[in-house]
């Protein structure tokens, strides 16, 4: 077996001096080219990228907070504040800052002395919020409560304490849906315009009314401050600070001393009042009762505060003046009247009223039993005598009338700054065709004639129907003051038509008609207008046989509306004005359309005399809106307290004690707009 032989390797002193040469150049090498690559990052940080990493080291050092600008002001035509802002302390939690919630909900409870209607809010707003959106612990701060809890920040994470401005309404529930409010931002709204000024502790944006129309012209600019902080976040010092820029005024037509008037006017019930300058359209007052309280939503509103304007069957929630609808009733008589004349219809031509007619196989009653014997135009309009305009309306067709009721304003769409609104309806053959695949019978022009039917009509465009009956223009209503707008355009009647309409209203209230409850008081000043009812229930003939039961016997919801709309001076109109008490049935004098309408309409006249009278006829209903509505909250707490078990039920040993303890008692809210009787009932059109 043959071994081949293998040359052993020499090691030498030479050879292993060139191996560690050849690797310490390689190591060298390796360590030179990283020292370089970190001079040059270095290098690159400090030098190219100083400006980025100077920021952020500033950003760790120092916080920027946004400060949240004044919102604008809301004025009045005479520059009086309807909404404006006051310096306030207040508490908010960011939930996404925020460790231990019911922990830091308790101290704040203690430190804050918090209802427990506050907790429970505060507890449901933190479950829900989406992390980024603040939410309201309290406001309107002593100074003490809030250095309390800005020495107590180390212990509290999430807790952001902030002085700044609250928005406030002088007159409380009386602009409530005129002015709308302000709240926190939605998870919507900050997705939608991703703006950091949304989530920003303190900031507001409208949610109704006025307030939501011009949203964007009253948010100014926001301020910023800088305060230098420790690595927990304690604030050591504060360093430079920039102000807001307060935002816009919205400066309105609107009477601010008329609007409250109007709605402290309506009492203690469920209605509007819309007053017009005749001259322009301008609208000086538009009240809606019983309202919300704004500053209340603007605050916050509590659970149980929100529950007991929710469950009040006079819907305070609910802008009667733009969203409820109503059957027009007898206010339409004075424009089916225009339309009978632009007919060919003489006024002095008379017909009989026998107390009923039959139209078909249905028998129309008039609201006066007995009938009013011979009329003409003008008694027919002062004594709203229902069988005049069911002849008559017979003679011209519903399509001639309806054109009269577009040409006044009835069903029209109004260019307003507010988010929704009701239109109405003035119904003709080609409507009812469109929506009921039906043709029209003449049953539906005797309903419509009186104001019965299909026909619906908000208190704003019944306003404006008066304006228009008043002027003979084509008046729009208009909320801002100084807003260019075009000539109006004439309604298309002969000023000969238009007198004879006018000299029926005025005897509607100074001739002995239906509406002598409206006689102003203001010397040498007179009202014209028309009265109206309008059912919400059919009468059946069994019930008419045995006697139509009154208003006071029915439960709330099946009374009649009561309306009114007029103008005044009546020889030179200067203002209209129309109101709706829904449910009102004429029970009460005092707190009627026709009285209520005439006292607004006596302010502009003579405010300090029917100031005097408010005040007089308020300490019989309680007092103004704002101490019946505490009375009212107060009296729901106790009942739900009672409910719950936590209080013993009061001894009530009288009947007014008895009544104030039920009054959160009411039924259930519903729908406003009470469907009008069927086509083909003996509807009656009361004066």
């Excluded at 008037?261 to 359209?281: E, F, H, M, W």
């Amino acid at each position: 077996m043959t071994f081949i032989n293998s040359k052993r390797k020499i090691v030498t002193e030479a050879t292993q001096t060139f191996t560690f040469s050849r690797r310490a150049m390689v190591v060298g090498g390796l360590q030179g080219a990283i020292g370089a690559l970190l001079v040059g990052r270095m290098a690159w940080i400090s030098v190219a990228e100083n400006q980025k990493y100077s920021l952020l080291s500033e950003s760790n050092r120092v916080n920027l907070t946004l400060i949240p600008p004044r919102r604008g002001w809301i004025l009045d035509r005479h520059g009086k504040p309807l909404a404006n802002n006051r310096t306030d302390f207040r508490v908010d939690l960011i939930p996404q800052r925020v460790v231990d919630g019911e922990a830091t909900i308790r101290h704040l409870t203690q430190l804050l002395s918090l209802e427990p209607d506050d907790v429970d809010r505060i507890r449901e707003e933190l479950d829900k919020s989406a992390g980024f959106r603040p939410v309201q612990v309290a406001d309107k701060l002593t100074y003490d409560q809030y250095a309390a809890i800005s020495v107590r920040l180390p212990d509290l994470p999430g807790v952001a304490p902030s002085q700044g401005f609250s928005r406030f309404y002088p007159a409380g529930a009386t602009v409530g849906h005129l002015l709308g409010y302000v709240g926190p931002a939605s998870a919507e709204e900050y997705k939608a315009r991703k703006d950091p000024l949304l989530i920003t502790p303190g900031f507001k944006v409208g949610k109704d009314g006025l307030e939501k129309a011009f949203d964007r012209h009253l948010t100014g600019k926001p301020g910023a401050k800088r305060v230098e902080v420790t690595a927990r976040g304690k604030i050591v010092r504060e360093l430079t600070t920039r102000p807001d820029t307060p935002g816009r005024q919205v400066r309105l037509t609107i009477d601010a001393g008329l609007q409250e008037y109007a709605g402290r006017r309506l009492a203690t019930q469920s209605g509007s009042v819309v007053v017009i300058d005749c001259a322009n359209g301008d609208v000086l007052a538009m009240a809606s009762m019983p309202s919300y309280d704004p500053n209340s939503f603007s605050d916050g509103i509590s659970h149980l505060e929100y529950e007991m304007l929710s469950k009040d069957d006079h819907v305070p929630l609910r802008n009667k003046t733009l969203q409820g609808l109503y059957p027009p009733g007898s206010t339409v008589k004075p424009m089916v009247g225009l339309a009978l004349l632009e007919a060919g219809v003489g006024p002095h031509e008379t017909i009989n009223c026998p107390g009923a007619i039959r139209v078909g196989n249905t028998l129309f009653h008039c609201h006066k039993r007995r009938g009013h014997g011979s009329l003409n135009l003008r008694g027919a309009i002062a004594q709203s005598c229902d069988i005049y305009f069911y002849q008559m309306a017979q003679r011209i067709g519903m399509d001639r009338i309806a054109s009269m009721a577009r040409r006044v304003g009835m069903g029209q769409r109004f260019d307003l700054p507010f988010p929704s609104q009701s239109y109405g309806t003035v119904p003709d053959p080609a409507w009812k065709e469109r929506k009921y695949n039906q043709s029209w019978q003449v049953y539906d022009t005797v309903n419509a004639t009186i104001g019965q039917g299909y026909m619906l009509i908000n208190p704003l465009q019944m306003a404006v129907m008066a304006a228009r009956l008043a002027t003979g223009k084509q008046l729009m209503p208009n909320f801002l003051l100084g807003a260019q707008r075009p000539a109006p355009a004439p309604v298309g009647v002969s000023e000969e038509h238009l007198a004879v309409i006018r000299d029926a209203m005025s005897a509607v209230v100074n001739g002995g008609g239906t509406g002598g409850a409206a006689r102003m008081s203001v010397p040498g000043v007179l009202i014209a207008g028309k009265t109206g009812t309008a059912q919400v229930r059919r009468i059946t003939m069994a019930e008419r046989a045995g006697g139509v039961r009154g208003n006071a016997s029915l439960a709330f919801k099946l009374r009649d509306h009561a309306l009114f709309q007029g103008f005044a001076p009546f020889d030179n109109p200067r203002y209209a004005v129309a109101c709706i008490i829904e449910h009102g049935g004429h029970m009460i004098r005092n707190e009627d359309a026709p009285m209520i309408a005439s006292d607004t309409m006596s302010f502009l006249f003579e405010p300090e005399k029917a100031m005097e009278k408010l005040v007089t006829l308020e300490k019989g209903w309680g007092g103004p809106p704002a101490e019946r509505q505490a009375r009212q909250m107060a009296a729901f707490r106790l009942a739900k307290a009672i409910e719950k078990g936590q209080v013993l039920p009061p001894v009530v040993d009288n009947a007014s004690n008895a009544a104030a303890v039920n009054t959160s008692a009411r039924a259930a809210p519903e729908d406003v707009n009470d469907a009008p009787p069927p086509p083909g009932s003996n509807a009656t059109g009361a004066p």
